[in-house]
């Protein structure tokens, strides 16, 4: 898809219907000291607590015990909010941390991911790489090699026809996960739908990731 094409659909995914406050979590965020093997630079979903949130910490925990590589985990900082318009901040946010691994930890293998209001902040960087409508820290088309895999869940361009993994740079190396019936993602209306990505779809973008790394 054309990158004009990409850059209406980033816009579009930030206001779209994200009409369900997914269940906050309680977990803290993971982290590791100096490179580690893999970074998971995560995006919450509305309404989590600032962390990687309740899918992003299932998923986290799912590829640790998947690969015996050190794995270290970025929450990606944006209020998580029902201004949409504020994606932007975690799009910004997530791009200056890639590029902070890539020129601090090139040998460390990117994963990047993200749930509902979080996904939609992954299709921005990873599929609109040009700035607009308050994100402006695109990443270079060099990024994509130092990045192993894309997981996201619940992500509102499928609903449009656009999943992420039409991204001619990530597509190859993404799984975009929806639920069945999620009316965030599909045209179901399935309002519970929007919680069930754990443990199963964590499980599987975990093992989907781990064989790519």
Known sequence: MPVKAYRILAAGVVAAA????PTPSTVPVASADGCPDVEVVFAR????SPGLGRVGDAFVGALRGRTSRSVGAYAVNYPASYDFGRAADGANDASG???????????????????????????????????GFGFTAPLPP?????????????????????????SPSYGFK????????????SPGRIFSAHSGYTPGMTNQA??????LL
């Open 18 to 21: 994200l009409l369900i406050n």
């Open 206 to 211: 975990a093992s989907f990731v781990a064989g």
């Open 97 to 131: 941390h890639v590029m902070w691994m890539v020129e601090n930890c090139p040998g460390t293998r990117l994963v990047l991911g993200g749930y509902s209001q979080g996904a939609a902040i992954i299709d921005i960087i990873a599929a609109a790489p040009v700035p």
């Open 45 to 48: 979903g509305t309404n989590d």
């Open 174 to 185: 993404t799984i975009d996960l929806c639920n069945d019936g999620d009316p965030i993602c």
């Open 142 to 166: 060099e990024a994509a090699d130092h990045v192993a895999a894309v997981a996201v869940f619940g992500n509102p361009s499928s609903k449009i026809g656009q999943p992420l993994t039409n």
